[in-house]
Nanobody, 123 residues
Framework: QVQLVESGGGLVQPGGSLRLSCTAS????????MAWYRQAPGKEHELVAT???????DYADSAKGRFTISRDNAKNTVYLQMNSLKPEDTAVYYC?????????????????WGQGTQITVSS
């Protein structure tokens, strides 16, 4: 069973920084895309940033210049460094990954989600 476990959320003042981590575990053969999404109260699920297995990255306009996504393939971990945080960044942040894993019926490719971690930006 593949699991994604996130850490690093919390309360931060405007202008502050936080770093999220998300580690995948289980019978993992390979990880393709890893990404961070967020959902603020009353708003739609939003893609924040993605990183491919080769390390290329892409960002939502709201994240460009402030957030940095990175990954450590040896640790099956993706990070999101968030700087210059704003109140509008307040949301539950979820990591997401496309993972090839070894299951009882053989290798399968699936999309997996973390449990979500709350980020609150407030003074």
């Amino acid at each position: 069973q593949v699991q994604l476990v996130e850490s690093g959320g919390g309360l931060v003042q405007p202008g502050g920084s936080l770093r999220l981590s998300c580690t995948a575990s289980g019978s993992i053969l390979s990880i393709n895309v890893m990404a961070w999404y967020r959902q603020a109260p009353g708003k739609e699920h939003e893609l924040v940033a993605t990183t491919s297995s080769s390390g290329s990255t892409d960002y939502a306009d709201s994240a460009k210049g402030r957030f940095t996504i990175s990954r450590d393939n040896a640790k099956n971990t993706v990070y999101l460094q968030m700087n210059s945080l704003k109140p509008e960044d307040t949301a539950v942040y979820y990591c997401n990954a496309v993972i090839k894993s070894n299951q009882a019926m053989g290798p399968i490719i699936g999309t997996y989600w973390g449990q979500g971690t709350q980020i609150t930006v407030s003074s």
